[in-house]
């Protein structure tokens, strides 16, 4: 029964990527896409054969998507047509989750292209809050967070989360249980950069810490895989004293790769 289930999810899943790019190509008119002297139409938007052509696939292939077959379709062919059809951030993500695939070219989602008020919404959090790039380099938090976090978010500190844990000595102060919280993150990181075995900068970061931090290294090679689940963080703040929090992560809209975590002040 789970067979013939997963089977018509996956025909679903094949006529909606059919539907969907054939509704992106009859949006699109021949000058939009450079293409002069097609002369007069029957039916709006390109040819199946011209979209084809502009992705460099077969018009054959092409066809069998659009009329929802089951046909192997690579990363980078569909990175191809996602370019030829003309789509935008949002719809280019649809079509891998459609497809079952990993977009190869996920796009940049650090905060520079955040809008300015999400630093502002995180200001304006009671609660300690900070928001963590691809990298887990921070990228804006509250006074509250850079209050709690010493020797990370005040001031002149690195700012990547993982270079505080292992690199920053005054974390393991801070960061009640610190073996098993640093165990946790490493596990959490492995799982994350999943997503982007492509990413240079990644594979850059693991290899300084793996260098710089034996207790990282051991770690790293453990292969312990977690979801970022959040849950209860206690910290002995060399002024606040004991302090316990209950940590909620947040994925930003348009941002898969940007997360907002708050930590709720929990005196139980």
Known sequence: MD???????????????????????????PAS??????GRR??????????????????TWYTWIEQGRDVSVSPHSLARLAAALRLGRAERAYLFELAGKRDPQPGASDAADLAPVVPAAVAAIAAPA????????????????????LGWLDRGSPRNLL?????????????????????????EFRAHCAAHLDDQG????????RRQSAEFDEM?????????EGGRRTFNHPRDGFLRYE?????????????????VPNGS
């Open 33 to 38: 896409v450079g293409l002069v002297g097609a």
């Open 130 to 149: 900070y928001v963590l790039d691809r990298h887990w380099d921070a990228r804006c938090w509250n006074a509250a967070a850079e209050r709690l976090f």
């Open 247 to 263: 940590q909620v992560t947040f994925e930003l809209a348009g941002h898969p790769d940007v997360k907002l975590t708050v930590l």
């Open 3 to 29: 067979t013939m289930i997963d089977e018509r999810t996956l025909a679903a899943r094949r006529r909606e990527l059919g539907d969907f790019v054939r509704a992106q190509r009859e949006q699109l008119t």
């Open 163 to 187: 270079h505080f844990i292992f690199l920053q000595p005054g974390a393991r102060a801070l960061i009640d249980d610190w073996p098993g919280r640093a165990r946790r993150v490493v596990a």
């Open 202 to 209: 990644l594979h850059t970061l693991i290899a300084e810490l």
């Open 220 to 228: 790293w090679e453990q292969h312990g895989v977690l979801g970022r």
């Open 42 to 59: 029957r039916t709006p938007g390109l040819r199946r054969e011209e979209i084809a052509q502009l992705a460099g696939l077969s018009t």
